[in-house]
């Protein structure tokens, strides 16, 4: 979809929660494929790259000695169809390689896979096929499947983790029941992350979210780990396989 301009809208220089055991950097490409209405960075999804790969490049190797991961965010990194030459240029500093994804270009996700050059993915599962207008226009169920058919079961040497961001006005807790369905009957074992959504910074404005349900009272299919963010316990909520 694009090569043209400069790929990231800015760095964050640290983070230890974004790439689950590795102290990471995240890079964040500029631009979206969807409109999904919690989003929290709209000035990423309209804008334009600031930076270049030399630009981030030069700051990794700073950072060299500091950090162990990379993680590729946005926006949506997949849009650019250069994405994999950035990641094999990004290999050249040392470090693992994450990605972040909403799964509708799934050819440039099998690009990266057949080449060696993603080590971990998480891959957002925006809601079951039926209620996914109310989340986000221009959603592409069709290469959702793909993609899913390419990360699970998850390839050898990758690790694969997806994610669900929840909203009272948007989802309710069948939906999510829904989800972990698909994913076990499908034969993900890996994590799966339900992150309740923020409001007060949203691409389209929302009231806050009211929950009428408790982690606890889902149905987890057996043998999905499943983890809850932001539900109003003190920290997140794991539910075991």
Request: hydrophobic share 45%; proline share 8%; with cysteine.
């Amino acid at each position: 979809m694009s090569d043209g301009g400069l790929p990231f809208y800015d760095i964050t220089p640290f983070t230890a929660i974004d790439y689950p055991g590795r102290l990471a950097a995240v890079l964040w490409v500029a631009g979206c494929n969807l409109r999904c209405a919690y989003c929290y960075n709209p000035e990423i999804v309209a804008a334009a790259g600031r930076l270049g790969v030399d630009d981030a490049l030069a700051f990794l190797a700073r950072r060299r000695g500091l950090l162990d991961g990379i993680v590729l965010s946005g926006g949506e990194p997949t849009i650019r169809d250069d994405l994999p030459a950035i990641m094999a240029a990004l290999r050249g500093a040392g470090m693992a390689l994450k990605l972040d994804t909403n799964g509708m270009r799934p050819a440039v996700v099998r690009a990266l896979l057949e080449r060696g050059l993603v080590d971990a993915i998480a891959c957002d599962y925006k809601a079951p096929p039926g209620r996914i207008g109310r989340v986000t226009p221009g959603f592409d169920a069709g290469a959702f499947r793909e993609t899913l058919d390419l990360l699970v079961p998850a390839p050898a040497g990758v690790d694969v983790a997806f994610r669900t961001t929840w909203h009272s006005a948007l989802l309710d807790r069948a939906d999510i029941e829904a989800v972990m369905a698909d994913l076990a009957v499908r034969g993900h074992r890996g994590p799966y992350a339900v992150q309740h959504a923020r409001t007060g910074h949203t691409l389209r404005p929302l009231s806050p979210s009211q929950p009428d349900w408790r982690p606890e009272d889902l149905v987890v299919p057996d043998g999905l780990s499943v983890s809850f963010e932001g539900f109003g316990a003190a920290g997140p909520v794991c539910l075991p396989a």
